[in-house]
């Protein structure tokens, strides 16, 4: 067995299981960010709790048990609109949700083809251009840290929608995954694919993303019932005098066709829209317009401006196109997933999928203050994703390092996987908690969704009370609702944050859909653990607070302490004390209620350095009150609850199965690939099942796997 590493970031226990994680967040992203944030802030100071080092916390929202209500409206927020445009997919309705923003379609003008369209016309997976605007919080929300400036709600003034492709699907791969129509190769992906009826000779519209190479990856996909005018878009090669050219392998004939929007006529390597009715004998369209595709944003310089696509065109880091749109960063510029040395360089390149944040410059590109990189398609591979077992068996996936919103479910019977839907926004999946009627609660940074397995349907919950936050735990209480709290900031460009963590905690109940605010917490946590108890009260245990690691011994410190919440008084109290403070660890519910923490890195906050000999496997007592550590310090793997009581580690070649109650780990026969960042879901049938993760290479997982080493 291989001892923690205690100061490194403890992927080998990421926070895999949302029964063991209290419903948390993402731990690896939640480490990253944490690691990367920890910089120079200001504070007053606190006073430390007693023996237990740490730092309690004014409260900072509200007052401590006196709980307010929130409705989900924006009222005394101090919004005010800024201008946008942003181009990008629609990933839900009830209005519209692009880049994250939900904007309201009362007042906008639609247009699709070309045409005076209706909102009704606008589908999940559409990629449009939004203009209007966002509402920016420009207060920040006291003592939380958050930065101002956060977008969140919009309203759009004009929304454009074109189809990319339309046509008789020529031919489909073997494997399904890809289509040719009028001669553009089209990617489909399991989301995509499960659209009925895509066969040679069927009519399709399709709307998505070009990379250099042509390739279309397909976000919406319609098969039509008749023949509908035939449509492709691309960039135009092989321009002949006869006024034909080539878009793919398709040869066009634009010789009689209604030209707009060109600055001096075709030229070759422009990006067009070509709309015709007929293919002529030789297979050529015959096309009747001939639209000039400008890289230009519409709009105004200043304005806020967002994309997403793929990189197009790649001079530099600091100059390149995303979906066609001009591009440039600058030091201010930050990147997710952060870089790796040196400085300069960046995780963008050709033909990465990548969604970008800034202003619109004067010739209508973006000036980039975000960049996203990430995988467009969902599906495994995957990592450091979210699995929940569902009452109808199947385990519903979410998460993972694609710039997704989409959801999929996994039979552990058939040992397949299928679409389960949209959520509104990626950052939705920062907590996914089963409710007790079956339903599931995904909260992000600002609002939620309820999804019904059964009809694949969400159903908005609106804001939270306190937002925006990440790195926030939830957990359902005894009466089915659920208790959201603490979480932390946005970090600045240079790395470090706008403030401290948050201290705030609110609940949702599910009967009237909405968040309520409760009393604070006694320490500002993020990347903390939430376990209920049998006796009701949640159990909060360890977290960072915002500080600064700095070699100065001052506070404010990391909680050492761990806190109960009690549904009855809506109020915190301080607990136990553990051996060191710790984020980014897992707390596993044992079989007599107690609680096993393990793992995690050490919080650089304290006023003396913990000693070496701090083992990192304790177990708090839910009847005690008390923290007391394991014998076996050295344990390491992601840890599953069994049926008989004991808890197995998985991640290795080896796994130790441990017995809390005397402290024992015993050596089992492991996983068949070495990984870290999967997901690990107790079936019914005793078995665990393991999704993805990150192996020994660095190399993303596509494999499942079936752990049953007890047999």
Not at 343 to 369: E, H, I, N, P, W
Not at 683 to 693: A, Q
């Amino acid at each position: 067995m291989q001892a923690f590493n205690l100061t490194r970031r403890c992927s080998i226990v990421a926070c895999v299981l949302v029964s063991a994680c209290g419903g948390g967040g993402d731990t690896a992203a939640i480490n990253a960010t944490i690691n990367a944030a920890r910089g120079s802030t200001t504070s007053t100071d606190k006073q430390p709790y007693g023996d237990c080092q740490g730092t309690i916390d004014s409260p900072v929202i509200g007052t401590s048990g006196a709980p307010a209500s929130g409705t989900g409206g924006i009222e005394g927020t101090g919004l005010q609109r800024k201008a946008i445009v942003s181009n990008g997919r629609i990933s839900g309705l009830g209005s519209i949700f692009v880049g994250g923003v939900e904007y309201s379609l009362d007042s906008a003008a639609v247009l699709v083809d070309g045409h005076i369209g209706a909102s009704s016309d606008l589908k999940v997976g559409h990629v449009v251009t939004v203009v209007g605007f966002v509402d920016i919080d420009t207060n920040g929300i006291e003592g939380t840290g958050f930065t101002k400036g956060t977008g969140l709600t919009g309203t759009a003034t004009t929304v454009t929608a074109n189809t990319d492709i339309g046509g008789p699907i020529d031919s489909v791969s073997p494997d399904g995954f890809f289509l040719t129509v009028l001669g553009q190769s089209v990617e489909i992906d399991q989301l995509t694919r499960a659209t009925s009826g895509l066969q040679p000779g069927t009519f399709v519209s399709i709307s998505g993303f070009r990379n250099s190479k042509g390739i279309w990856s397909a976000r919406y996909i319609h098969v039509e019932r008749t023949a509908m005018p035939l449509h492709v878009s691309g960039t135009v090669t092989g321009l002949a005098a006869d006024k034909t050219f080539k878009i793919g392998s398709l040869i066009v004939n634009s010789s009689s066709a209604q030209l707009s929007g060109f600055p001096a006529g075709i030229a070759e390597g422009d990006n067009v829209r070509v709309a015709g009715t007929s293919l002529d004998a030789t297979g050529t369209l015959v096309a009747e317009t001939v639209v000039y595709i400008d890289p230009a944003l519409p709009g105004n310089p200043g304005d806020a401006a967002e994309v997403e696509g793929w990189v197009t065109r790649f001079v530099s880091a600091q100059d390149f196109d995303v979906n066609e749109h001009h591009v440039v960063t600058d030091s201010n510029t930050g990147y997710s997933p952060q870089p790796a040395p040196p400085a300069a360089s960046s995780t963008v390149a050709l033909d990465r999928f990548a969604r970008v944040y800034g202003t619109r410059d004067k010739d209508g590109g973006v000036v980039a203050t975000m960049i996203e990189v990430c995988t467009l398609t969902a599906g495994p591979p995957r990592s450091r994703h979210k699995a929940v077992l569902l009452s109808n068996g199947k385990v519903l996936l979410t998460g993972g390092p694609y710039c997704g919103e989409e959801l999929e479910l996994f039979d552990p019977g058939t040992k397949t996987f299928e679409p389960a839907g949209f959520l509104a926004s990626s950052d939705e999946g920062e907590s996914v908690t089963l409710l007790a009627d079956g339903k599931v609660l995904f909260v992000g940074q600002v609002m939620g969704e309820v999804y019904d397995p059964t009809t694949q349907q969400f159903v908005g919950t609106g804001r939270m009370v306190h937002t925006p936050r990440w790195g926030f735990t939830a957990a359902r209480l005894l009466d089915g609702r659920v208790l959201i709290a603490g979480g932390g900031g946005y970090p600045t460009a240079d790395g470090t944050m706008h403030g401290y963590n948050s201290t705030s905690a609110e609940l949702y109940d599910p009967l009237t859909n909405r968040f309520t605010a409760v009393g604070n917490m006694l320490s500002r946590r993020a990347g903390q653990t939430e376990t209920l108890l049998p006796s009701g009260d949640v159990l909060i245990a360890g977290g960072w607070n915002g500080s600064p690691m700095d070699s100065n011994e001052d506070g404010p410190f990391d909680p050492q302490f761990v806190e109960l919440f009690s549904p009855k008084t809506l109020t915190f109290q301080m607990s136990a004390c553990m051996a060191a403070t710790r984020t980014g660890h897992t707390a596993t519910s044992l079989a007599d209620g107690d609680v096993l923490l393990l793992g995690g890195y050490r919080g650089a906050n304290m006023p003396n350095d913990p000693p070496k000999s701090t083992p990192y496997a304790e177990v708090f007592g839910a009847a005690s009150h008390t923290i007391h550590a394991l014998s076996t310090p050295d344990l390491s793997g992601s840890p599953i609850l069994l049926p008989n009581g004991k808890v197995v580690l998985l991640g290795g070649i080896n796994a130790e199965v441990l017995d809390a109650a005397t402290g024992i780990a015993t050596v089992a026969p492991g996983l068949m690939t070495t990984r870290t960042d999967f997901s690990a879901t107790l079936l019914p049938d005793g078995r665990v099942l393991v999704i993805g993760g990150i192996d020994k290479n660095g190399t993303t997982l596509a494999s499942v796997e079936y752990w049953s080493g007890l047999d």
